[in-house]
């Protein structure tokens, strides 16, 4: 009997060695998928930053919290700076972004390895805050600019049929009728989405349509205006939007527009953009799913603002 409690208490002393011991790095790894929702970055003011109301000689800290909600980039790659205007540039003396206005390239998406995104805070320092014409008071409107680089990855599943008007009875895994086949898309983790594929099969060609829509709350801009933006912009450089479309048969589409840097897709007043895509039709000649892969490339402006007062004890 001894000698079966002294066996017992070595299986247990065994089974807790185990459990506390070194975890697989790969237990930790989310598999939820992170291409959902419709934002890019976030912006927020910290509390009292700017303060609702300073005083006329003081000095003033404006820091903006940014974080990325969405699933791009998933390197240290990210590309997007800060802008902050909105106010008499004679009000403000001394002002200096802490480390420049550029964010971190380790400004990652969500992901597996990173659920909540990451997180950056910037300090706007102004050394003196005055009201123009030595006024009474002075109520600007401050506004913090985020101009970024993205990208938004759509993988629609989709049918490839060939031979869809055959008269051989196949016992087919998808088929497209005459009408063709309409792909609905839910979001992708980015500001701008895929919101729905249409196909279409003739003699020869296999027939994409693309639908693109800007889903965020902000801004499309050209993905080359990254000195320029936010506020040295002209029309010609909004709504405009670089595709790549490719199967795993066909990489090279004959697309309109053809969603390169000459020829973009572009976007219309209420953000929306088609690109058309012709793709050549596989060797094999019975049906099959595959993953139809579209890219997204483009530049993004979000913005917060927030009214202050500034009271001019001195006059």
């Known amino acids: 009997m001894k000698k079966l409690r002294i066996a017992a208490i ?9 459990s506390c011991g070194p975890r697989n790095s790969g237990e930790d790894i989310s598999e939820e998928d992170y291409r959902t929702g419709t934002k890019g970055l976030e912006l927020k003011f910290m509390r009292n930053s700017p ?3 300073v005083y006329s000689n003081n000095e003033m800290d404006i820091i903006v919290e940014v974080r990325n909600a969405g699933a791009y980039p998933t390197t240290d790659s990210f590309d997007g700076k800060l802008k902050i205007y909105g106010f008499e540039e004679k009000a403000f003396s001394g002002e200096r972004w802490d480390g420049g206005n550029f964010l971190s390239p380790t400004l990652q998406g969500r992901s597996q390895f990173s659920p909540r995104g990451g997180r950056e805070t ?25 101009c970024y680089k993205y990208q938004t990855i759509a993988e629609p599943l989709v049918c490839i049929d060939p031979e869809p008007y055959s008269v051989f009875d196949e016992e087919k895994v998808c088929t497209i009728n005459q009408a063709g086949k309409t792909y609905s ?17 003739s003699s020869r060609n296999i027939h994409f349509g693309i639908h693109i829509k800007n889903v965020g709350d902000g801004k499309v801009v050209d993905e080359n205006v990254r000195n320029d933006c ?7 450089d909004v709504d405009k939007v670089l595709v790549k479309a490719k ?16 020829d973009p ?34 530049r993004y402006l979000d913005w917060i603002e927030k009214e202050i007062r500034i009271v001019n004890i001195d006059r």
């Open 10 to 18: 070595l299986v247990i002393m065994v089974f807790i060695a185990s």
């Open 51 to 53: 303060p609702d109301k």
């Open 122 to 146: 910037k300090r706007y320092h102004i050394d003196r805050v005055l009201t123009p014409f030595n006024s009474e008071f002075y109520e600007p409107t401050i506004v913090v600019a985020a």
């Open 185 to 201: 898309m839910s979001s992708q983790g980015a500001p701008v989405a895929v919101t729905k594929v249409t196909e279409e099969i």
């Open 230 to 236: 936010p506020l040295d912009m002209d029309y010609n």
């Open 247 to 262: 199967l795993p048969f066909d990489a090279s589409p004959n697309c309109q527009p053809k969603g390169d840097y000459r």
């Open 265 to 298: 897709v572009r976007l219309d007043d209420n953000g929306n953009g088609f690109i058309f895509c012709t793709f050549k039709k596989p060797a094999s000649k019975s049906a099959f799913e595959t993953i139809l892969q579209v890219q997204l490339d483009y």
